[in-house]
């Protein structure tokens, strides 16, 4: 019996790579794992024997955490993938991922690309998130600027790329191991938006760990997150939040919120808390 991570599933087949051996095999599911209604996903870790040729996967392994789309498990580290020009960043976008991040309990990343194109945007989202403790790389996937500093962060992990089309996902994968030559999409002049080239969710294992790009416009639903959870997942108003005249404060319509008052003094980002109530709002017509 071996162990190894799923990386990649088509219908019944399964890709799984073990790192330990530096082999990818095909395998399928045992009987009675098919038979339980189990679902395999990438990330899956799993156990497997060789059966007269075959590969055939017993068991899989307790998982630390599954998200539904993309279908990932056992994830150590969201990389959400901003650029600084082509498409504009999408501040509403990056702290709803931020805010699932923390329900998930997952590592989060803010990966700046394209700062060859504008020297500024980059600097001034180190100022409003790294104060947060969330960790911000600067890169130029063209120009291979920060890849260095972003290889550190997903050694030995199972990292996500989350992020709008057009970003540079591709191009920074591309970085990271010249070989995977995954295709690299540009802009459509009439969207404004980057143009799809990820298909599936495909782990790409390496000698370090695994990283996945996500097909598309990647949305993790937001509804996943209670309600009542919400602004816990915002980090910077654990500070003040005792504060508020209400236990459970919202800090939306409630008098005597002091989360709000920082927001008026400038101790709260506006745009951040902006967004906030923006989500508030989403996940309560959604629920």
């Not at 005792?242 to 745009?271: A, L, W, Y």
Request: with cysteine.
């Amino acid at each position: 019996m071996k162990e190894a991570t799923v990386i990649q599933t088509a219908g019944g087949t399964f890709y799984i790579h073990d790192l330990e051996q530096g082999l990818t095999l095909r395998a399928f599911a045992r009987g009675r794992l098919k038979k339980g209604g189990e679902r395999i996903y990438p990330g899956d870790r799993v156990i497997y024997r060789d059966d007269k040729g075959s590969t055939i996967i017993e068991e899989i392994l307790p998982r630390q955490n599954l998200l539904k789309k993309p279908k990932v498990s056992n994830v150590d580290e969201l990389i959400i993938v901003k650029s600084v020009e082509e498409p504009a960043p999408d501040f509403y976008y990056l702290d709803k991922m931020l805010a699932l991040a923390q329900w998930f309990q997952i590592s989060a990343l803010i990966c700046v690309n394209k700062i060859d194109l504008d020297g500024q945007t980059g600097k001034i989202i180190k100022q409003i998130y790294e104060p947060l403790k969330y960790k911000v790389v600067l890169t130029s996937a063209v120009e291979s600027e920060g890849i260095d500093l972003l290889l550190e962060t997903v050694t030995g992990k199972i990292a996500v790329l989350l992020g709008p089309s057009g970003v540079g996902k591709s191009t920074i994968l591309n970085c990271l191991n010249p070989s995977w030559d995954l295709p690299v999409g540009g802009i459509s002049e009439k969207l404004g938006r980057g143009k799809h080239t990820t298909k599936h969710t495909r782990l790409l294992p390496w000698e370090k760990g695994f990283i996945t790009d996500t097909p598309g416009f990647s949305q993790l639903n937001v509804n996943l997150i209670p309600l009542k959870i919400l602004p816990h997942t915002f980090v910077e108003f654990s500070k003040f939040a005792d504060g508020c005249r209400f236990s459970g404060c919202f800090h939306h319509k409630e008098p005597d919120c002091v989360v709000k008052e920082n927001v008026e003094t400038g101790e709260i980002c506006r745009q951040r808390f902006d967004n906030y109530i923006r989500l508030l709002k989403e996940i309560k017509e959604n629920g």
